[in-house]
């Protein structure tokens, strides 16, 4: 069974632009979450969606956002990206969100210049 | 006070020695708990999955969770030099909210 696939894998933007992220969940997950990890404050939760339809939201502003497709599938956006957006953003999908563990995808690297 | 507390090390041991990895909580609605590893470059592994109090174990790890304390642990018996890497406690209150809290991880290097 294939993993949890984002894309792309690195990815370098300029101050002031904005970024689309991919994700694709594990066959049968409908539970996609997003969490951004960087050295000083560890992982931290963005969102999760769950049947297209966003249950829970991390203390990010709004420039933070996301969505999920019919097929599980989602994509998060950050517009106006800021020098403290760089970091290593992690998709992860469970089957149903409610109390079953969370498998991670190996992430994209967001470096903002 | 931070939610959740693990000490992040490094933490460098010889092959074939018990790793013992802890984190603290301060919120008592957290019901699951979770293990991740996480190599260099790639995103967390789960190792161990647990509900509530009392142990599991799986091959070489066994995890215990101690609610009346807030505390729980990761065992790691042999340990092989493929086990170096960043050792994640996560957990949350379950019942629907997967918003995942992380300790920030501690960093093992097995040494062969």
């Known amino acids: 069974k294939a993993g949890v696939t984002q894309t792309p894998r690195y990815l370098i933007k300029t101050r002031g632009q904005q970024v689309t992220l991919s994700c694709s969940p594990i066959?049968?997950?409908?539970?996609v979450s997003w969490y951004q990890q960087t050295p000083g404050q560890g992982l931290q939760f963005l969102f999760e969606?769950?049947?297209?339809?966003?249950?829970n939201k991390g203390n990010f502003p709004g420039r933070f956002s996301g969505r999920q497709f019919s097929n599980s599938r989602s994509e998060m956006n950050v517009s106006t990206l800021e020098l403290g957006d760089s970091a290593l953003y992690l998709c992860?999908?469970?089957?149903?969100?409610?109390?079953?563990?969370?498998?991670f995808g190996n992430g994209t690297r967001l470096t903002v210049t | 006070q931070k939610e959740v507390e693990q000490d992040p090390g490094p933490l460098s041991v010889p092959e074939g020695a018990i790793v013992s990895l802890n984190c603290t909580y301060s919120?008592?609605?957290?019901?699951?708990f979770m293990w991740y590893r996480q190599y260099s470059r790639k995103g967390p592994e789960l190792l161990m999955y647990?509900?509530?109090?009392g142990n599991k174990e799986d091959g070489r790890f066994t995890a215990q969770v101690d609610k009346s304390s807030k505390y729980i642990s990761l065992f790691i018996r042999d340990s092989q030099p493929s086990d170096s890497a960043t050792y994640l406690c996560?957990?949350?209150?379950?019942?629907?909210?997967?918003?995942?809290?992380f300790g920030k991880g501690t960093k093992l290097t097995v040494n062969p």
């Open positions: 992860a999908s469970s089957f149903t969100g409610a109390d079953s563990p969370l498998h």
């Open positions: 969606y769950f049947s297209e339809t966003q249950r």
């Open positions: 919120n008592s609605a957290f019901q699951y």
């Open positions: 066959s049968g997950h409908r539970s």
């Open positions: 996560a957990m949350s209150a379950g019942g629907g909210s997967e918003k995942l809290v």
């Open positions: 647990t509900y509530s109090s």
